[in-house]
C-alpha cells in the first residue's frame, strides 16, 4: 500500500493516522502536500469537535522521508511548514497521540498541536542540524514558546532524542501514560473536549496562539450565543449543557 494520511470520524472526533509502516511513517512530499487539503476539509465538517494526530501501529513519524530531499531541501521544508502550519491553523482542539519515534518532521507536527500525549517509551528529537538544514524561523518559534530558548537550543544544536519523561517535563508534552493505555486515554480526554463549549474553545486558541485583534469580535459572539446562560442552566439543573454555538463554515 502506498504511503498515505487515512482519516476517520468517530463520535465527533476526527482521527488522522499517518501510514508508512516501512519508513516509521516518514512523510513523504506527496503526505505532506494532502495534509493541508485534508485538514481544511475535516475543519468545514460540523461533526468534527476536535482532531487526533497519530501514526500507524508503534511509531508516530520518523520525520521527512529522506529520499524526498534529495532534490530541493528547499522545497521539501516548504512542504513540511506548509502543513505544519494548516494544522496549528485547524479551528477546533488538536491533540497528538504520540507512540514510539517522535523526530524531525514529526516533531514538527506534534508541535503545531494543541495538546501532546505521548506513551511510555517514546522517543523525541529536533533533527535538522544532523542533514545541515536551516530550520525555518516559524518552527523554531513555535518549538521556543513550547520549550523555552535553552531546551530549544539543546535540540536543535544536537539533534539528539529525549525520552518521553524529560519531554513532560520541559513541556513538549503535556501527558505520558503506561505502555496500552494511551488509545484509552486519549478517547477518553477527546471525549471531554468534544463536550464542551466550542465558543470557549475557539475564542481560547486564538487568544492562547497570540491573536489580539479579536477581543470584541469574540464578545459579540458570547453575547449572541446563549452559550453562557446555558451553560449556568445546566449546572444549576445538574444535567449536560447543550451549546449552541459552532464555528461558521464556508462553501
Not at 488522522?16 to 511513517?25: A, D, F, G, Q, S
Not at 508516530?60 to 528547499?74: H, K, M, N, Q, V
Not at 535540540?155 to 503506561?178: M, W
Not at 453575547?223 to 461558521?248: C, K, M, Y
Request: hydrophobic share 45%; aromatic share 6%; glycine share 10%.
Amino acid at each position: 500500500m502506498e504511503p498515505h494520511l487515512e482519516h476517520r470520524v468517530t463520535d465527533s472526533v476526527a482521527t488522522v493516522v499517518i501510514r508508512h509502516p516501512e519508513k516509521r511513517n516518514a512523510m513523504t512530499a506527496a503526505m505532506w502536500r494532502s495534509l493541508p487539503t485534508l485538514l481544511e476539509k475535516l475543519a468545514q465538517d460540523p461533526a468534527v469537535r476536535a482532531l487526533v494526530l497519530t501514526g500507524e501501529g508503534g511509531t508516530f513519524c520518523a520525520g521527512a522521508d529522506i529520499s524526498t530531499l534529495r532534490g530541493s531541501p528547499e522545497e521539501a521544508q516548504g512542504l513540511a511548514v506548509r502543513a505544519e502550519e494548516a494544522l496549528a491553523a485547524f479551528p477546533k482542539p488538536t491533540l497528538a497521540s504520540i507512540r514510539g519515534h517522535c523526530v524531525g518532521g514529526g516533531s514538527q507536527l506534534a508541535a503545531a498541536c494543541d495538546l501532546r500525549f505521548a506513551e511510555e517509551g517514546a522517543l523525541f528529537g529536533v533533527t535538522p542540524a544532523k542533514l545541515g538544514i536551516v530550520y525555518a524561523a516559524s518552527s523554531t518559534r513555535r518549538l521556543v514558546s513550547l520549550v523555552g530558548p535553552a531546551t530549544a537550543k539543546y535540540l536543535l544544536f544536537s539533534g539528539e532524542l529525549i525520552d518521553a519523561q524529560r519531554a513532560l517535563r520541559t513541556g513538549l508534552v503535556d501527558e505520558v501514560l503506561p505502555g496500552g493505555e494511551l488509545g484509552k486515554r486519549v478517547a477518553e480526554f477527546t471525549r471531554i473536549l468534544a463536550s464542551r463549549s466550542q465558543l470557549t474553545q475557539a475564542a481560547a486558541k486564538e487568544f492562547a496562539d497570540g491573536r489580539t485583534d479579536r477581543d470584541a469580535h469574540w464578545a459579540g459572539q458570547a453575547r449572541a450565543s446563549g452559550d453562557a446562560a446555558e451553560g449556568v442552566a445546566a449546572f444549576l439543573e445538574r444535567r449536560q449543557p447543550r451549546f449552541g454555538w459552532s464555528a461558521p463554515t464556508s462553501g
